[in-house]
């Protein structure tokens, strides 16, 4: 109990420190319009800020030294605030002059003090050590959470500066007939507010890009998509393939026979999820076979055969026919058809 006690004691010590040392800030960059001149000159002031600063901070620290001299760093429990009676976290007790030189926050306290060498009882319960708080300026360490901040801001425009756009893959092969695909790329957090991203195709008959950086596959072929930010002017490269629909996606029967009033599968060899909106059915007489659906979930093709007889089932992939499956339709058979009839009347 008396460990967590000391531990919680701790805990308030050090919060009151940060809360009397200063605030902190948040990493801030020039709001936008932000060039590589601009980028560039901000470093340059900020590092001759930087420069400046450090050498307050050397003579304040000097000054502070000179102050701290033969005093003793004391924090803890504040028992009395008149007298100011102080106990530290180890359980030893001060009887503290001119409080004014000392910081106080709600119920804990903090300082420098100068023992006297002797000791006053309080309360009857406490024996103090006699000691006169000294003022010392923490002047230094609000300079250095400046010089903290601006080392930071540093770091900030050097990164937009050297920062590119990551893509996941050096190349990327698509299907012709895509629109508005959004390339996946990374950027910091920091480069995807503040740079701006051109993009460029190195054949737009093959792939174009918007300004967005979305794409579109228009013919079978190979193009390079470049990014460019707009702050260190750093390119990276991509190069797509575009193949045929044909090719990405493959039909595994080629024909089959089935017989009427039966219900046909045809599956694809490849993954078409990602293809279905692009994939149309059509059916070269409705009387043979009918009722074409395409279910992407499955990777096939369900369909109904009516009556005998022969039909091509054409599968067009971004409107133009991709593969054309011949399905050949028998009568049903006459035993088949004597079960069914059994089979109503059981």
């Known amino acids: 109990m008396k460990k967590k006690k000391s531990l919680l004691m701790l805990l308030i010590i050090v919060l009151s420190l940060t809360f009397i040392g200063g605030e902190v800030r948040p990493v801030t960059v020039q709001a936008s319009g932000?060039?590589?001149k601009s980028a560039r000159a901000k470093i340059k002031s900020l590092k001759s800020e930087i420069k400046k600063l450090t050498k307050k901070y050397n003579s304040q620290?000097?000054?502070e030294n000179k102050q701290k001299a033969g005093t003793k760093a004391i924090a803890g429990t504040i028992i009395s605030r008149n007298p100011l009676i102080v106990q530290d976290y180890f359980g030893s007790c001060y009887w503290i002059n001119k409080p004014e030189n000392f910081s106080m926050f709600i119920t804990v306290g903090s300082g420098y003090v100068k023992l006297n060498g002797t000791y006053r009882e309080y309360n009857g319960r406490y024996t103090c050590a006699v000691c006169t708080a000294v003022k010392v300026s923490n002047a230094s360490a609000k300079t250095k959470s400046k010089i903290d901040e601006?080392?930071?801001?540093v770091q900030a425009y050097n990164s937009l500066l050297q920062d590119k756009v990551t893509f996941h893959e050096e190349s990327i092969s698509y299907v012709e007939g895509l629109k508005n695909i959004e390339i996946e790329y990374y950027m910091s957090t920091l480069s995807m507010k503040y740079n701006k991203v051109s993009w460029k195709s190195s054949d737009p008959d093959i792939v174009s890009v918007t300004s967005k950086g979305k794409i579109t596959t228009k013919k079978p072929g190979t193009a390079t998509i470049t990014a460019q930010t707009s702050i260190g002017k750093k390119k990276s490269k991509l190069k797509i393939c575009v193949l045929p629909a044909s090719e990405v996606i493959e039909i595994?029967?080629?024909?089959?026979?089935?017989?009427e009033k039966d219900t046909g599968y045809i599956r694809f060899s490849s993954d078409i999820y990602e293809f279905k909106d692009m994939i149309t059915l059509e059916s070269t007489d409705p009387s043979v076979i009918d009722s074409c659906e395409l279910y992407s979930e499955d990777n096939e093709i369900t369909f109904i055969s009516r009556s005998a007889g022969v039909a091509d089932l054409n599968i067009y992939i971004n409107g133009r026919l991709a593969k054309s499956v011949t399905i050949t339709v028998t009568p049903q058979n006459q035993d088949d058809t004597e079960d069914e009839y059994d089979d109503d009347w059981a």
């Open 252 to 259: 595994g029967n080629g024909s089959f026979t089935l017989e």
């Open 150 to 153: 601006k080392q930071k801001e």
């Open 61 to 63: 620290v000097a000054k």
């Open 34 to 36: 932000i060039t590589t």
